[in-house]
Each structure stands twice: as structure tokens, then as C-alpha cells.
């Protein structure tokens, strides 16, 4: 039973998690400001692991269509990219010893309405 235990917060330890940010190319994504007449956006996300992080395996965010869909913004500039988890998600994955793990963003920055 200790081996079993072990075991398992060994796996926790390891666990990889992976989420990939991308464009899709639909509309240009700047890392600079291109006008000063732009929105801000913040828009936050959740991504779900299981099995140590196994499961799904590598997870893509396409940035520009979360911003469209989020915020009905073209163009986004200054974007900025944030990932982390909360005291609640840190508890989740160490209560299931890693069988669970969610991962959450943020992208922020600005932009044109269409």
C-alpha cells in the first residue's frame, strides 16, 4: 500500500501538462500596439488534464479565434498570455494525486471592433 502510495505522488511530481498558444492566421496577432482607438479585452479559459497529464495530451488555444469569439475584436495587439491555476486547482490535483489536473489562461490586449 505505501508502494502504491508512493507511486502515485511520484506521477503528481512528474505530471506534464502542455498547452500550446497559436495563431491561425485569419487575422493578423501583434505583439506591439498598432493604433491608439483599440478595446481592451481579457478574456480567461480552462483547459482539463487527466492521468498525470497524459490525457489529452497536447492541448492548442488558437488565439485569434478565442479573441473573435470572446470578444468580436480583429487585429489584437499588446496580447499578453497568462497561465496558471488557482489554490482550488492546486487542491483539486493534489486531492486526486494528479488523476485531475485543470489548467487555466488569460489572454489580455487590445484591439479594433469589427
Do not use: H
Request: hydrophobic share 40%; net charge neutral; glycine share 6%.
Amino acid at each position: 500500500m505505501k508502494f502504491v502510495l508512493l507511486l502515485l505522488i511520484m506521477f503528481e511530481v512528474i505530471s506534464c501538462t502542455t498547452i500550446t498558444y497559436r495563431s491561425s492566421g485569419q487575422f493578423p496577432v501583434y505583439v506591439y500596439d498598432i493604433t491608439s482607438e483599440n478595446v481592451i479585452f481579457d478574456i480567461e479559459g480552462k483547459r482539463e488534464f487527466f492521468l498525470w497529464g497524459f490525457y489529452p495530451g497536447k492541448v492548442e488555444v488558437v488565439i485569434d479565434e478565442e479573441v473573435e469569439r470572446a470578444s468580436a475584436l480583429v487585429n489584437p495587439s499588446m496580447v499578453k498570455i497568462e497561465e496558471y491555476q488557482t489554490f482550488f486547482d492546486y487542491v483539486l490535483s493534489a486531492s486526486s494525486l494528479g488523476l485531475y489536473i485543470p489548467k487555466r489562461y488569460r489572454i489580455s490586449g487590445k484591439g479594433p471592433r469589427k
